[in-house]
């Protein structure tokens, strides 16, 4: 059996959110007893909770919501590269050292250690400017560790419309703590929701 890593953070009552975000919330609906065979529960939650796919709905009106994207995007070749403490943003310099044959997903890793119990909001986003260089060498997905592509106080954007512009997908808040650089078999599919501007995803990597 080839190796899987788990790079989804776990996802239950208290996972941090984007602040003024839908936390996660979970209640029984129906509990296994006397008259009721099963358990059942009910679930509300942002779709960006956790590891997730953007959908074009989240950045553009009127664009395709996650449902309605191909899946090609979120499966297959990807590289891990590791880009840890490099600052506030992300820059092509910071990924020259794995771009010879960039695979179609890049995801990058930039924290030593992925916040998945609490909020910050000095994480690593990506400079528009290293979107569109990945987009110009044949980059169709990216993936970061962090919860945006865009720095937290940001309300341009400006990632974001890259990845409008030039039709990329997206993955956030994946967890890479224990992924070497190095190439793997990316599987992050995003349920079918057809009016959600994203949704949550089981992401692994598969070695080669």
């Given at each position: 059996m080839k190796r899987l890593w788990d790079i989804s953070p776990p996802l239950h009552t208290g996972?941090?959110?984007?602040?003024?975000?839908t936390p996660y919330r979970q209640r029984w609906a129906a509990s296994?007893?006397?008259?009721?065979?099963?358990?059942?529960?009910?679930?509300?939650?942002s779709p960006h909770a956790g590891a997730h796919a953007d959908g074009p709905l989240h950045y553009a009106a009127g664009a395709p919501a996650i449902g309605n994207v191909a899946l090609?995007?979120?499966?297959g070749p990807c590289r891990v590269v590791h880009c840890i403490d490099v600052g506030p943003l992300v820059l092509p310099e910071h990924l020259r050292h794995a771009a010879d044959g960039l695979p179609p997903r890049v995801l990058v890793r930039t924290?030593?250690?992925?916040?998945?119990?609490r909020w910050v909001d000095d994480f690593t986003?990506?400079?528009?400017?290293t979107l569109e260089w990945l987009a110009d060498r044949g980059v169709r997905l990216v993936g970061i560790d962090t919860a945006s592509v865009d720095p937290a106080p940001s309300k341009t954007l400006d990632a974001h419309q890259v990845l409008l512009r030039r039709?990329?997908?997206?993955?956030?808040?994946l967890v890479?703590?224990?992924?070497?650089?190095?190439?793997?078999e990316l599987i992050a599919l995003p349920l079918k929701l057809v009016q959600a501007d994203?949704?949550?995803?089981?992401?692994?990597?598969?070695?080669?």
């Open positions: 996972s941090p959110v984007f602040p003024g975000d296994i007893g006397p008259g009721c065979p099963v358990n059942v529960s009910e679930l509300t939650l090609d995007a979120f499966l924290c030593r250690q992925a916040p998945v119990d986003a990506f400079a528009p400017q039709d990329l997908r997206v993955l956030e808040n890479l703590d224990d992924v070497e650089e190095g190439d793997y994203a949704s949550p995803v089981r992401a692994v990597l598969r070695e080669l």
